[in-house]
């Protein structure tokens, strides 16, 4: 049977007091309408439709051609959305997935539960409901003598009697296409607020005799639909709860999953263990074996197996095998640092690749560079890559070793095997296995320090003679 999937996504979301539209409020470092587009498409729905009002350019930005799209110029209910999408589904014979843009963490397999029963049940319409404590809010079910769900109330049209129902609709459905569109056209607007609800199609189908079923969900938050920034911190929390899980049941080790935030689509390998205070965001990529954390802030970046990164924040960083980083590193984009490097404290990488055994211990800058293999840079050693106009290159050969507090001005090269002197401030190249040295030379003066001691004693005894003459 085809599947096909819409997604309600053009209202303005004013309860979230916000000039970004509902829809693209992040969860999890991803947008709601993202995660909601996932879920179809993990279901292999064959056409998805986002229905786009408010935003719609950047809702359409956002998703590229993950989705086709229907515009709905003014937000006369979600009845009126699912509407939208006649003239693109309205031909077509199936199923079709009805989800709100706001409930991102509806998931594969209830969705995926949700059509089973639709179609064992040979039913019109499937709801996806939950049972809830505090169901205020919500859209209720209201079934009949014989459990069958006979229409849905809204929380402002709710009689007393209604409004201690606890099942509540989650805003997902899957409606057999044909009787969908059928049933919208008599959809009507006379409401409390006078909206053309989707709602009404459930009462429509089952007062035609239609079979109209109920899923009722186990696990309640995956009915969370985010209205507000109350509830949109309920989800961080849901999908952060399910995220760590996934993980740990991969194989990964999560010391404190309370104090561990990994976004969505962070892929991390099997035996790494994560520890408290570590963030996770992007498309970051963790191989097998590796510690992160504590307290790593990590995105973007790709780190092959056995890296160890500790109290440090990489951006758009890639880190090879063996690698460690930190404490108080800082890797920025275009670090790309070969295998078993070492880098230290307080360490800056910036656009530089690094081959091989390089170790950069403590308080270096390495800014537009390419470092050969087995390069040791000393303490405080940088690349002065940047003259107020121009970012310049350095290059390092293989073996060469920088030495400490070096300044290594750029455009400049430095050979293989080359040794440059601590302390030195290099302008010109130096040649393979060649010394440079680049500073003053020291002048001692024998036993001075006396005769130096002995200057400013007589100079203090002077001053506080004349003190006592005033
Ligand atoms: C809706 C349901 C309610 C359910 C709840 C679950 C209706 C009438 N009510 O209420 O039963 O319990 O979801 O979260 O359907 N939208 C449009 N165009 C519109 C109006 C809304 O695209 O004209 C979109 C919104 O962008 C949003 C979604 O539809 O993503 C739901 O709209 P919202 O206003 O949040 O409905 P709820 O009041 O939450
Ligand atoms: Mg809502």
Redesign the pocket.
Known sequence: MKIMGI???????KRMKSKLY??LHKVCGKPMVGHVVSALESIDAARRVV????GADAVKAYLGDRAEYAL?E????????VLQARELLGEEEGITVVI????PLVSEETLQSMIRLHQEKGAAATMLTALLDNPH???RIVRDERGFVSR?V??KDCSENERLIKE????TYCFDNQKLFAALAEVKNDNA?Q?????DVIGILAGQGEIVEGFCLQEATE?I?V?DRVALAQAEQAMKQRINRRHMLAGVTIIDPASTYIEADVVIGSDTIVYPGTVLRGATVIGEGCTIGPNADIADSKLADNVAVKHSVLQGAIVGPGTSVGPFAYLRPGADLGANVKIGDFVEIKNARLGDDVKVSHLSYIGDAVIGRNVNFGCGAITVNYDGFNKQLTEVGDDAFIGSNVNLIAPVKIGQGAYVVAGSTITHNVEANDMAIARERQVNKPGYAEKLRGKFAAKKQQREQQREQQ
């Open positions: 997604v309600l996504a053009a209202g303005q979301g509902k829809v229905i786009v009002g408010h709905q003014q937000q006369l209910g979600t009845g009126h959305a709100c843009g706001d409930t809010g919500y859209g849905v809204e929380e509540i609709n989650t805003g607020q909206e053309y609800y989707i709602t009915s639909g209205n």
